[in-house]
């Protein structure tokens, strides 16, 4: 087990900080800084759209239940709606394979950003993969992603930091 570790652990080349392609891996990771600053920025902005949406929906209920209509017709207007949104939740579970939770909703949408803005700025992936990999160094660690805490996260390298 201990060979096997020490093979995984030593694939990459070793830590140098004078190696050239480090100028180009620390454009990279501030190039994809940026763009996870921005796929954030712009799920918050969605998340907070959200929220004002059924602001202003739960208000008009209230107002068509209690003051022109009445809860006999708004009843089965208001279980439609509840349908309607479990639907959502589920087709969204169905295409994304995650919880239909903020936290899953969050970390999709964020990807969808993410990969849409590295898309636009034409940004490397496999080069920022191969240089991360390829310059290994003694600070810097590859995550996983985990999506059950409350930051947003990125599958190229786990937590964003910001």
């Known amino acids: 087990v201990a060979r096997v570790l020490e093979e995984a652990v030593m694939a990459g080349e070793p830590y140098r900080a004078e190696d050239p392609r480090r100028k180009e891996l620390e454009e990279l990771e501030r190039e994809k800084a940026e763009i996870d600053e921005r796929a954030v920025a712009g799920v918050r902005r969605e998340l907070w759209c959200g929220l004002a949406y059924l602001a202003v929906q739960t208000a008009a209920f209230v107002r068509l239940t209690f003051w022109e209509l009445s ?3 708004m009843e089965p207007i208001c279980f439609y709606v509840t ?6 939740g589920y087709t969204f579970f169905l295409r994304t394979s995650r919880d ?3 936290e ?3 970390a999709s949408r964020f990807e969808a ?7 636009r700025r034409n940004f490397d992936v496999a080069r920022f993969h191969h240089l991360r990999r390829a310059l290994r160094s003694p600070t810097s660690s590859h995550h996983a992603p985990h999506f059950h805490d409350s930051q947003p996260h990125s599958l190229l390298d786990g937590p964003i930091r910001h």
């Open 71 to 73: 809860w006999d017709v």
């Open 100 to 102: 239909p939770s903020f």
């Open 113 to 119: 950003k993410q990969r849409r803005l590295m898309r």
């Open 104 to 106: 899953g909703f969050f």
């Open 83 to 88: 349908s309607f949104y479990f639907m959502a």
